[in-house]
């Protein structure tokens, strides 16, 4: 079993755990199911700000710990001040630290949209996701059958969420449908965790015109999204390389600024 599969079987044991605690009445009936959203291709597709996705990571499994003293609060604010488009925000306990309350932090401080990082497996959890401020989803092909991602992108629409979907190689591009709004392209394996940045160059041409593309991972330079931006990349999925500084924040306001010059 590699990592990937050992990280969706702990997850869908820890989802029967929730379900069993907690019910999609209870979901339901939170004070921030009813909220409208906001819409992540529309932040991302601003000419005025970055087109950056600014992440809130505690730690992964291939780095270890990255940062675990920085606020939620605080480093979210201060993505925002510093021209992030949108922030995600990683609820995986286990295996990267973060934790549900993580999102209501975030959104109870920031009128940006938040794309819930998570390994989606079940229908609950994207339930969830709206019940806690999320704006987006993420859709993780190498998780999910078909199938899967035909009901849970539909399910995410029906509630207003717009949907991330994540690939990391062109086979997966069959599993596109209609209710998918944003087409992510990982530049890290989530069998190896290599990072790559040309798997986005490789991918882009063969991407369709009607999903915002956003490349994740491995863009540790300004000149990394220059450089994908002439490949009709929109967004980019920025986390570690901000969370591994002593203070998140400054990092990307920081970039951002050598973005523009």
Avoid at 13 to 21: G, L, Q, V, W, Y
Avoid at 143 to 161: M, N, P, T
Avoid at 215 to 224: D, F
Avoid at 228 to 246: D, H, N, R, T, V
């Amino acid at each position: 079993m590699n990592i990937l599969e050992q990280i969706v079987a702990d997850k869908r044991r820890k989802i029967d755990e929730i379900k069993s605690k907690k019910s999609i009445y209870e979901l339901e009936n939170s004070s921030l199911f009813a909220r409208n959203t906001f819409s992540l291709k529309e932040f991302v597709n601003n000419e005025n700000l970055s087109g950056i996705i600014a992440e809130f990571k505690r730690k992964s499994p291939s780095k270890g710990v990255i940062n675990q003293i920085s606020a939620v609060e605080n480093v979210t604010q201060a993505y925002v001040k510093a021209g992030a488009s949108a922030l995600s925000v990683l609820t995986d306990e286990l295996y990267f630290g973060g934790k549900i309350d993580d999102v209501l932090k975030a959104r109870d401080v920031n009128k940006v949209p938040i794309l819930r990082k998570e390994f989606i497996v079940d229908e609950f959890q994207i339930i969830e996701s709206k019940a806690i401020g999320a704006d987006a989803i993420l859709l993780i092909a190498a998780v999910l059958s078909s199938a899967e991602i035909l009901k849970f992108s539909k399910l995410a629409k029906s509630l207003g969420l717009e949907v991330l979907f994540e690939i990391h190689e062109e086979s997966e591009l069959d599993l596109l449908n209609q209710y998918i709004d944003l087409l992510g392209v990982n530049n890290r394996s989530l069998k190896t965790f290599k990072t790559d940045i040309r798997i986005s160059k490789e991918l882009a041409s063969k991407i369709p015109f009607e999903f915002v593309k956003i490349s994740e991972s491995g863009l540790h330079e300004p000149a990394h999204l220059l450089e994908l931006q002439q490949f009709g990349y929109q967004g980019f999925l920025i986390g570690e390389k901000f969370m591994a500084s002593s203070n998140p924040g400054q990092a990307c306001a920081d970039f951002i600024k050598r973005l523009n010059l």
